[in-house]
Nanobody, 129 residues
Framework: QVQLVESGGGLVQPGGSLRLSCAAS????????IGWFRQAPGKEREGVSC????????YYADSVRGRFTISRDNAKNTVYLQMNSLKPEDTAVYYC??????????????????????WGQGTQVTVSS
């Protein structure tokens, strides 16, 4: 059974850091494209970052570029999202996602996202003083 489990969220002050983890089970995550998304109350889901399954290329939303870093640890079957210089507007539930068609593929975080079949349950990030 394919499962993604996010962890690492919490309450942090503006300017602080968090590292989110997306642990996979039921499949080997190595060459799958993985995306991170977030949704704040009353707002639409927003793509944050993704990492390609083909060549490891990474992509970021303009709002987080230079502050967030996506990476993967194949030995731990886990993808991470390192979030630095956090702002109150980063407050949201963060989700990781992938899909069975995303093996060895590039990734995207906007437009048609129907390739993302599997989603985690989300982890809450709150940035507040």
């Amino acid at each position: 059974q394919v499962q993604l489990v996010e962890s690492g969220g919490g309450l942090v002050q503006p300017g602080g850091s968090l590292r989110l983890s997306c642990a996979a089970s039921g499949f080997i995550l190595d060459y799958y494209a993985i995306g991170w998304f977030r949704q704040a109350p009353g707002k639409e889901r927003e793509g944050v970052s993704c990492i390609s399954g083909s060549d490891g290329s990474t992509y970021y939303a303009d709002s987080v570029r230079g502050r967030f870093t996506i990476s993967r640890d194949n030995a731990k079957n886990t993808v991470y999202l390192q979030m630095n210089s956090l702002k109150p507007e980063d407050t949201a539930v963060y989700y990781c996602a992938t899909g069975y068609r995303m093996y060895g593929s590039s990734c995207k975080i906007s437009g048609n996202l129907r390739e993302y079949d599997y989603w985690g349950q989300g982890t809450q990030v709150t940035v507040s003083s």
